[in-house]
């Protein structure tokens, strides 16, 4: 990466601030020319910023940080100018017009860091989710990704994997020679140990919903209720309600936060066999919903209910059909009898789904990963030792894409495509 790069990084203007961000082997002659003498590194300076011309454009903090000890790895500076757009577009055509700067790619600071060994694939991903945290859950969990909580036991498996390995390879190569330790006992503890660690991560619940929330899906027959207990819970009326049975025909959803705890609310089309090809299209969609949901509020005949282990049985419309025997809950939108008590079983069943403060929680491509050093473990538990070596070995391959160290080329431009242009 030899060229310089350049964006604002702070949000779009107008702002009070702006922070454009130069990274790159040409970002120190660049601060020169549009501020003079470099500051001290890490040192805030007030400068006047000039354009090629000599016309001033704004006046400034400027920093300096020389690589490598920066967050991209190379040398960086900051400009922390007025946040109005004429300021910052000025500035931005200024750096624009230098010899070797070009403007950044989307994640372009980041891939940068990851490539330069500053932060690891783990963490940027983590970086990622922080960026898009809109709830306490998210940006805990995130921060500690970021921060580097799962590269570190990932790393800490590494390390055993590697002591395991060398011990076998050992006994495998000197065995018999008799100044080398020949039990396996030893690791194959090991193996075991990382492995229940492995088991134990994948069984958390998995990241997405952290991300993308729980998914709450509505069913049960045409014209139970779903649509209008669905508006009730999404705060406004996403879905269209009518006496007419079968009125919603096709999947909709609601994003929507409870006590802080991301849900994505599922209205789906009444479940019964038809000839109407249209609806049968919106059945099969409502029964392709039900076989993803985290939690099923079924709103019909409690004993027709499908088995799930997050069903919730509602009685809808109490205020008018009374109370109905086998639900877990009677409700009545109209009259709010029970919608408490509702909301407040779905918090409790919701924060059961997710990620606990102190848990790690992995994202789908950390879980394959992880699945595939398990497998490898798992071949570890053979007697054969060539077949316990290869297992370790097969292990310390999966861990490795965990952190970008290994097989990561074909996903970098996807993850990094996710963030901001100045990141």
Known sequence: MTSTIFALSSGSPPAAIGVIRISGPR??????????????????????????????????????????????GEDLAELHVHGGRAVVAALQAALGAMDGLRPAEPGEFTRRAFANGVIDLAEAEGLGDLLAAETEGQ?????????????????????????ASARIEAILDFGDEGD????????????????????????????ERLRDGVRVVLAGPPNAGKSTLFNALAGREAAIVTDIPGTTRDVIEAPIML??????????????????????????RAEDALAGADIVLWLGDPGAAPDHPGLIRIGARCDTTGHTAGVDLSVSVHAGEGMDRLRDLLIDHVRALLPREADLAVNARQRAALEEALEGLHLATSTDALLFAEGLRLARVALDRITGRAGIEDMLDGLFGRFCIGK
């Open 27 to 72: 970002a120190g002659a660049a601060l020169e020319a549009l501020a003079g003498p470099l500051p001290a590194p890490r040192t805030a300076a007030l400068r006047w910023l000039v354009d090629g011309r000599g016309d001033r454009l704004d006046r400034a903090l400027i920093l300096w940080f020389p690589g490598p000890r920066t967050a991209t």
């Open 180 to 207: 080398v330790d020949a039990d396996e006992a030893r690791p194959r503890a090991i193996a075991d140990g990382v492995a229940a660690g492995i088991a134990r991560l994948l069984a958390a619940p998995p990241a």
């Open 259 to 284: 006590a802080g705890q991301p849900i994505l609310l599922i209205d789906t089309a009444g479940l019964r066999d038809g000839d109407d090809p249209v609806e049968r299209i919106g059945v099969a």
């Open 139 to 163: 940006r805990r969990h995130a921060l500690a990704i970021a921060g580097g909580a799962l590269s570190r036991q990932v790393e800490a498996w590494q390390q055993a994997i590697l002591e």
